[in-house]
């Protein structure tokens, strides 16, 4: 285990972290939302690579980070369509981190993760260590339990609670 990430961070002098997720989840808002100039963590730089990919300065990593976004994933996808949406996703295969972006709100969110986590599998980069991000936090009932796990962070995108956290756990992943 410890070889194949050795080797995939030899393979990646600049880190790939991919955002991953059901429809809807909310992986562009998140990619938005880091990029943000105003978010708390100050000192970080990001650069436009294309539209879905974009550089990211992380301090105490010393180092640049490359966060992808990629297209949705559904459930009973038209089988015409799984090779082209597998080969979009081939990259996910050579990405150091998974963001496994979940929106919280879906009231069948447990399917949606696990449609992805199946995808996931299926695609190969299920070797690939994966972050959960409950994001939509600020849409659910302040009493509804949230999915609390210490492989996960619970954030929301769109008003900002969270980010700084998923950003020291990004950080604490790329350290392993
Ligand atoms: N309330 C709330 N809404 C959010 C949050 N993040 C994203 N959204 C909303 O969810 C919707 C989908 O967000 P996107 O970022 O487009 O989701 P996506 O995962 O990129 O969607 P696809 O690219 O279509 O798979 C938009 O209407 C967002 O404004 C959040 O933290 N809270
Ligand atoms: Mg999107």
Not at 15 to 26: F, R
Not at 58 to 65: A, D, G
Not at 145 to 170: D, N, Q, Y
């Given at each position: 285990?410890?070889?194949?990430?050795?080797?995939?961070?030899?393979k990646?002098?600049?880190?790939?972290?991919a955002?991953?997720?059901?429809?809807?989840?909310?992986?562009?808002?998140?990619?938005n939302?880091?990029?943000?100039?105003d978010?708390?963590?100050?000192?970080?730089?990001?650069?436009?690579l294309?539209t879905?990919?974009r550089?990211?300065?992380?301090?105490?990593?010393r180092?640049e980070?490359?966060?992808s976004?990629t297209?949705?994933?559904?459930?009973?996808?038209p089988?015409h369509?799984i090779?082209?949406?597998?080969?979009?996703?081939?990259e996910?295969q050579?990405?150091?981190?998974l963001l496994?972006?979940?929106?919280?709100?879906?009231?069948d969110?447990?399917?949606q993760?696990a449609?992805?986590?199946?995808?996931?599998?299926?695609?190969?980069?299920?070797v690939?260590?994966v972050l959960?991000?409950?994001?939509?936090c600020?849409?659910?009932?302040?009493?509804?339990?949230?999915?609390?796990?210490?492989?996960?962070?619970?954030?929301?995108?769109?008003t900002?609670?969270?980010?700084?956290?998923l950003?020291a756990?990004?950080?604490?992943?790329?350290?392993r």
């Amino acid at each position: 285990m410890r070889s194949t990430q050795r080797r995939r961070r030899e393979k990646n002098a600049m880190p790939m972290v991919a955002l991953v997720g059901y429809t809807n989840a909310g992986k562009s808002t998140v990619l938005n939302r880091l990029s943000r100039s105003d978010s708390p963590a100050n000192d970080r730089l990001f650069d436009t690579l294309d539209t879905t990919t974009r550089r990211l300065w992380m301090p105490e990593l010393r180092k640049e980070v490359l966060l992808s976004d990629t297209v949705g994933f559904i459930r009973k996808l038209p089988t015409h369509l799984i090779e082209a949406f597998k080969a979009t996703l081939e990259e996910l295969q050579y990405a150091d981190l998974l963001l496994h972006v979940i929106d919280v709100s879906a009231p069948d969110w447990e399917e949606q993760a696990a449609v992805t986590d199946t995808l996931i599998h299926e695609l190969g980069a299920d070797v690939t260590p994966v972050l959960r991000v409950y994001n939509k936090c600020d849409a659910i009932p302040v009493l509804m339990e949230l999915p609390h796990s210490r492989a996960g962070v619970c954030i929301s995108a769109r008003t900002g609670e969270g980010v700084a956290e998923l950003l020291a756990r990004i950080t604490e992943e790329l350290r392993r």
